[in-house]
């Protein structure tokens, strides 16, 4: 098993900035893949980004390239998500999770159901 714990949201003004971190406990070696994802209310979980544990290999939505960047730092098993520029269809629930499933290439990572833990989320909300 492993624990995701999510920190760092909070409410900003439009075009202002947020660090998100997830922190990563229990049988960690077998999260090769570690994500964020986002819930609007009364929209579907989506895909935010995503990054390679061993290889810090990155992948972002459409929608968020150039505004937000995911990284990690090994040594504290934590992932981060900067999010800069925000707008306020930002504004959501932001996950934490964490896939098993090594090298499967990018669109596999896109999807939530090739995630197998999730963190317990923390809100993100972006005024105008």
């Known amino acids: 098993q492993v624990q995701l714990v999510e920190s760092g949201g909070g409410l900003v003004q439009a075009g202002g900035s947020l660090r998100l971190s997830c922190a990563a406990s229990?049988?960690?070696?077998?999260?090769?893949?570690r994500g964020w994802f986002r819930q609007a209310p009364g929209k579907e979980r989506e895909f935010v980004a995503a990054?390679?544990?061993?290889?810090?290999?990155?992948f972002y939505a459409d929608s968020v390239k150039g505004r937000f960047t995911i990284s990690r730092d090994n040594s504290k098993n934590t992932v981060y998500l900067q999010m800069n520029s925000l707008k306020p269809e930002d504004t959501a629930v932001y996950y934490c999770?964490?896939?098993?499933?090594?090298?499967?290439?990018?669109?596999?990572?896109?999807?939530?159901?090739?995630?197998?833990?999730w963190g317990q989320g923390t809100q993100v909300t972006v005024s105008s």
């Open positions: 990054i390679s544990w061993s290889r810090g290999i990155t």
């Open positions: 229990g049988r960690t070696s077998s999260a090769y893949v």
């Open positions: 999770a964490a896939s098993s499933s090594p090298n499967r290439g990018g669109s596999y990572y896109y999807t939530r159901w090739n995630y197998d833990y």
